[in-house]
């Protein structure tokens, strides 16, 4: 239906339209720029219109109505995920072999997945993923099952996970055992806990499933974890094949239109072909032949495929922070308690301490859109890379995007759950009612701190890159030098060391940078020299790793991430050639993020002596002496009262319509209490009497 | 069913029963205490007794019985709770004339509501706090209403907040008008903001309720806020009277068992003698009396009734970490996730970063355990002495129960929230399930932080306490003395101040209460004086208040609140004459809590110069110097691993039985992994073919 041809003719100023008049048309009225620019920055032309014509489908559709009161059991979730799935296809509104216009996916995973997570999830895995694990992950395509999920006759799944094991997927226990006799692999499930699990789309759906396995070979021995296209349902029946058992997980915290599910093998059979891989290979005699001949690294290259998917959730946590403030700035700007003593009332977003759990998120939502979009084009760089290498080695590209991949994820899904959680308590008794929204955008988000690897185990990832170039350097004189140039700096190590103490005030953001740039370094340096100890200590390099976690690794991670968050921030605001009034705002915002993730390591910088201290302290006084930390709190909360007027504006640049953001709190037309009495009276059976109760109510005890 | 006398006879020892053999064997036999006598020091003969005979109850009754993965809609959750409300009546467990037993009503509510957050919030809603509310209200017991309440003739509610107003009482809208003609009160919901909200019971099940209504007298004049005993429904068939206008709020984030509702009023009339108040009436001629002269004191009079409420959310956020930890422990002490090179894997409570995510959060359990039941033993206290005080003034007394409480509401319940999404983080993803428990541990929860007084307003109430004494003090020449000590070291501010520096070390306990009462009283110090500057400056103390909030009087709170807290634990432990091997795991926690909770002030014990700053880093030496900060973490790390080896004890003994916590993670055999496949092949639906599918799956579409 949208063709990109067709995409051209719509006009983006049409794609961006006023929003209704009501209460928040004053605070909206005192913003100093227009927020319709500021979309545009933030987006661009094409996301804009995209993004704005598949939201233009979903409103016309009624598979996608729903009003904010709606409730749905686990069973309507599913149905209704698996209708909109099944019209997203009808829709036709991607089209994979478009490689020209990366913006596509990524505009129709956020414009979908904003509208449910359920649905974006259940697609991308049953279809873009599935597809796109089988192509990488196949030298010649010798399948032809993959063909039935491109052309949606099939869903996919993977299994990868299994009870008793998941991030350490060595440890696997599912095996694929090679029978010459055939000329098939037999797959069986050895235990209880190696039952596959928490596979999307398996639990009611999936036709098809990649499964990871260790493969067997006659002789006995194991070559390790690889991948198998695996039919495991009757494409026209559903009916799961015999020798498979396959159930749904049942009801979720989040995710609930999901059917994960899980599956056990009892000597289930497929032919020979099944083996997805690029690089190894099983003789007709079942002799096992590699390319690749270290272990480790076949696995590395088998679980490469599955990186991308970090991007995907680092905008997962985007666009939920996004959803979340736009439902509490709003409602603040609004909902209005207490005021001077006797006057009127004043609206919420007015005080200071409202404004100070707010608009440091705003800030955040900034600079991690923009973070999201500079890695995502780093991505992009490095995918085209890969499959244009002519075989040169591309791994430290990929694990330059994986460090910062992997951090990515984490950190923005910890600050994705943090902002849902301060909106919802911001919004007061009414952010509980389910109609806020923020409850399904809480449950639902909760997944993606967990899966495509655990927040905590993927900081270790970017510790381990971080830790790993500075040993080569000291201990082999190596330069550390990336091509995406996030670590570059590392290499100054010792004169970025050698110069703390040069500032201790924080009034723009390259001064920031430098503080962070120490911290990044004098954790990089502690952590190595800790880990030297340890190693020395405990004789092990795996239990001096982790020994050296709290406080060390963990922290250089986020400092690394929270450094090049603003790094990038900066670079964008060096190139920003827009209007004044919009790189003021820009300027602001930037800085509030720079001075409210750093005041969180002010201990640090005292510690290291980074900043200086007052030599003593005037406590007889009213008049305290001046001191980085308090600079830095009073630099934020003025940062936060300057932005108190333009957070309207802020949030509507990139707010979705109503009918995707889906708050009775959040509407943009402001009217909070019309909509809230809205979903108050028109929920099923508010006024009714409930058909159980009359017999329950002939109460005779006494108490 | 269960008299005192009865109670006598069960012997404590057959209430503490032995664990099921399982995987948890081994890390319970490495604990060095018994973790029988530590649940009787936590919770004393007779509230374990209590409880252990009211689960018992619960475990025998079919309406009580339940599993994991039950899936439950809002329609199934209200009618379970109503029916168990009615057997809990059946069940005559509590009885309110008994006073001479403070621990029955707090066993009461702890072991129902560890069964049934909604449950329990519908019966004391209903019943107890209803009954409370109006006969601390009523001089003179002239309305039978509440006597159907009493014998569960009907169900109470009361109705306060409404749509635009809750924090901000004085704002209400709701009319309550005197007409002489036939002495009655006719009650007027004015706007659809004045629609009364968030009532609990009220939205199926109240028959009758206590307005909140601003009392007019025939001569237009307003006397503020009173309350009226209101009939709402017909007490046998459940229907609204005409006049009112009731309906069910639908959907929330959790508490779905409870039914709150919304209320108009439209010409609504109750008799004269509806008025609840011990101090204030109206002359059947129309004119107002009033014993207690201004009008603030006269709300603070009606107001007073809820503030028992908030030790009671005090002790539900007590029992969410409770069982959270309970369920983290567990899983963490059996769950294996690598290991050192090619050998075992390890149980994942044996990294470093998951003891520190967990173990610190067991000492808070520890001291938030023993901070409420010390507020409680105060407030019992205050009870008495309120209903005994012959009109002597109790107000100072209620002063700092208010601060107390106040705080403790709000930072116990923030903290339960932390950690109850930590334990399901360090669950991975089998704590997404639903049979895992913390999904809805979090959404019941979560209720907790914003009724019964919005978090970040209470702390205000504390922090407006603790200013006003030192306002006293240094305008007034005030000692600073309070009947329950809490404050009385404030006392001595000038010489606290001036003994900064006399440590950085914080190795054992009074050291790290030394630094506490130092911050309290720098954060009290700098408050007051940018409280003086900002009025000097704003000309308006609600305006200066405002802009001292953030990084002063929120702060003060906290630090208040952490300082008593570990104040209160020490002096238990000072009292404490139990075994050895107990008294130094009590030690542990207490001293872990206090360097854990005071880490997180490093940055302002530099600024102030509390602790000492190194003059100069040496970087390029292996060996960094020691400094307060590394050794104050080095100590929270030690302790972590010193502690690890007693986790699952500590959590055995404050565990309620495994039909009460619910949870396929956390049962006390500590078969993870046998529970949580019995939950996947178990809940509804797992193996069959929803019947919705078939219609769907004809997908002619291609992409």
Redesign the interface.
């Known amino acids: 239906m949208l063709s990109p041809t067709e995409l051209e003719v719509e006009k983006v100023s049409d794609c961006i339209l006023d929003w209704p008049s009501g209460p928040l048309d004053q605070p909206r009225s005192r913003a100093t720029f227009d927020w319709k620019q500021m979309k545009l920055v933030l987006e661009g032309d094409f996301v804009v219109r995209y993004k704005h014509q598949i939201w233009s489908l979903l409103a016309k559709d009624p598979d996608f109505s729903r009003k904010p009161?709606d409730?749905y059991?686990?069973?309507d979730e599913?149905?209704l995920t698996?209708?909109r799935l099944?019209k997203l296809?009808?829709f036709?509104i991607?089209?994979?072999e478009d490689v020209s216009q990366p913006y596509r996916l990524l505009s129709f995973v956020q414009a979908i997945g904003q509208f449910s997570w359920s649905l974006i999830v259940k697609r991308t895995l049953s279809?873009e993923y599935f597809v796109y694990s089988f192509k990488s992950g196949k030298g010649k395509p010798n399948n032809d099952l993959v063909d039935d999920v491109?052309?949606?006759?099939g869903l996919g799944a993977l299994c990868m996970?299994e009870?008793?094991?998941?991030?350490?997927t060595k440890?696997l226990q599912t095996t694929a055992t090679f029978n010459p006799a055939d000329q098939t692999f037999i797959l069986n499930t050895p235990s209880?806990?190696a039952?596959k699990?928490?596979a999307g789309v398996l639990g009611?759906?999936a036709t098809h499933a990649v499964v990871f396995a260790q493969l067997y070979t006659p002789d006995g021995s194991c070559h390790g974890l690889h991948s198998f296209m695996v039919p495991v349902r009757d494409t026209?029946t559903?009916?799961p094949f015999p020798g498979i058992t396959?159930?749904?997980?049942?009801?979720?915290?989040?995710l609930n239109g999901l059917d994960n599910g899980?599956m056990t093998f009892n000597n289930y059979i497929v032919p020979k072909s099944s083996l997805i891989s690029r690089n190894a290979q099983v003789t007709s005699e079942g002799k096992y032949v590699s390319q690749i001949k270290d272990q480790s690294k076949r696995l590395g290259s088998t679980l490469g495929v599955l990186s991308s998917g970090r991007l995907f959730i680092m905008l997962f946590g985007v666009t939920n922070i996004q959803s979340a403030l736009t439902i509490a700035v709003r409602y603040s700007a609004v909902r209005?308690?207490?005021?001077?003593?006797d006057g009127e009332?004043i609206p919420i977003l007015d005080?200071?301490?409202q404004q100070?759990?707010l608009i440091p998120y705003i800030a955040v939502s900034y600079v991690l859109h923009n973070l999201f979009a500079s890695f995502y084009r780093d991505y992009i760089v490095f995918y085209l890379a890969t499959f244009h290498s002519n075989g040169k080695d591309k791994s430290s590209m990929g694990s330059e995007i994986h460090a910062l991949s992997s951090c990515g994820k984490a950190i923005t899904t910890w600050m994705a759950?943090d902002v849902i959680?301060e909106c919802?308590?911001c919004c007061?008794?009414h952010?509980?009612?389910?109609?806020a929204g923020?409850?399904d955008l809480?449950?639902d988000h909760?997944?993606n701190?967990?899966?495509e690897g655990?927040?905590?185990v993927l900081l270790q990832q970017t510790s381990n890159y971080l830790v790993k170039l500075y040993k080569e350097k000291i201990e082999e004189g190596h330069e550390i030098s990336s091509h995406f140039g996030s670590v570059n700096f590392i290499n100054s190590i010792d004169d970025i060391?050698?110069s703390?103490g040069s500032s201790d005030t924080f009034d723009d953001i390259p001064k920031v940078l430098e503080a962070y740039r120490f911290l990044v370094c004098?954790l990089l340096?502690?952590s190595y020299?800790k880990l030297?100890?340890q190693t020395a200590k405990l004789g092990?390099?795996?239990?001096a790793r982790?020994?050296t976690?709290?406080?060390y690794l963990?922290n250089l991670a986020t400092v690394f991430f929270e450094s090049e968050a603003l790094n990038r921030y900066q670079q964008f605001l060096l190139s920003f050639s827009g209007p004044k009034e919009i790189n003021n705002v820009l300027q602001q915002l930037g800085l509030l993020y720079g001075l409210w993730s750093i005041e969180k390591h002010?201990?640090?910088l005292?510690?290291?002596?980074y900043i200086s201290?007052?030599?003593?302290?005037n406590?007889s006084s009213?008049?305290?002496k001046s001191?980085?930390?308090?600079d830095v709190?009073e630099a934020i909360?003025g940062l936060c009262r300057q932005l108190k007027d333009n957070a309207v504006g802020l949030v509507d640049s990139y707010a979705p319509p109503d009918h995707i953001l889906n708050s009775s709190l959040g509407a943009s037309d402001g009217k909070i209490?019309?909509n809230?009495?809205a979903?108050?009276?028109n929920?099923?059976?508010?006024?009714g009497?409930?058909d159980?109760?009359?017999g329950?109510?002939n109460?005779k005890?006494?108490?």
Do not use: C
């Open positions: 009161w409730e059991n686990r069973d599913r149905r698996f209708a099944k296809v009808d036709k991607t089209n994979d279809y491109i052309n949606f006759k996970t009870m008793a094991h998941g991030s350490n440890k209880l806990e039952t699990v928490w009611q759906s026209k559903f009916q396959i159930g749904d997980m049942g009801e979720k915290i989040g899980f209005r308690q207490f005021g001077p003593s009332e005080y200071q301490s100070w759990r759950r959680q919802r308590e007061g008794g952010g509980y009612l389910k109609a923020f409850g809480r449950n909760d997944a701190v967990t899966y655990d927040n905590s060391l050698s703390h004098y340096k502690s020299f030297l100890d092990d390099s795996f239990k982790n020994e976690q709290v406080y963990k002010m201990a640090i005292y510690e290291s002596g201290v007052p030599t003593s302290v406590m009213s008049q305290l001191k980085p930390l308090t709190r909360l209490y019309e809230i009495f979903a108050l009276k929920n099923k059976g508010a006024f009497k409930p159980w109760l009359q329950l109510i109460v005890s006494k108490l």
